[in-house]
């Protein structure tokens, strides 16, 4: 197997399993959290868009605030990794894009940490 076939396959897989580990420790932090949102957001669309305020409520325990960091954390990775293996593969528009949105997501998670540092 060539190099580059070696490396096209560790970003994807490492895409892949990054993913999952993303949905995974949003998912968790999302039950969680949604105890605390308001009885009119119970239901509907807009509770995932909520998490991100709620979740840096002070009743809300620090494990699940750090589970919701390394959400953020993994989604960053797994756009990299995702980002590295369209330019592997020679592809310069999802590469940007990829790129783009992890860049988007170094710079949230980085705003999240030093404005919320003290919680985690």
């Known amino acids: 197997m060539p190099d580059l076939a070696i490396a096209t396959t560790a970003a994807l897989i490492a895409g892949i399993l990054f993913s999952v580990m ?5 998912f968790r932090t999302f039950l969680r959290v949604r105890e605390k949102f ?3 957001f119970k239901e509907g669309y807009v509770m995932s868009y909520l998490v991100d305020a709620y979740v840096w409520d002070p009743l809300v325990p620090s494990t699940v605030r750090r ?5 953020l954390s993994c989604a960053v990775v797994a756009g990299g990794s995702f980002a590295s293996l ?3 593969d020679e592809s310069p528009v999802p590469a ?6 992890s860049a988007l997501g170094v710079i949230q998670t980085l705003i999240r940490w030093v404005k919320y540092r003290d919680r985690l």
């Open 22 to 26: 993303s949905v995974s420790f949003f």
């Open 38 to 40: 308001p009885v009119v």
């Open 67 to 71: 589970e919701y960091f390394l959400y």
């Open 86 to 88: 369209f330019i592997l």
């Open 96 to 101: 940007v894009l990829f790129g783009a949105v």
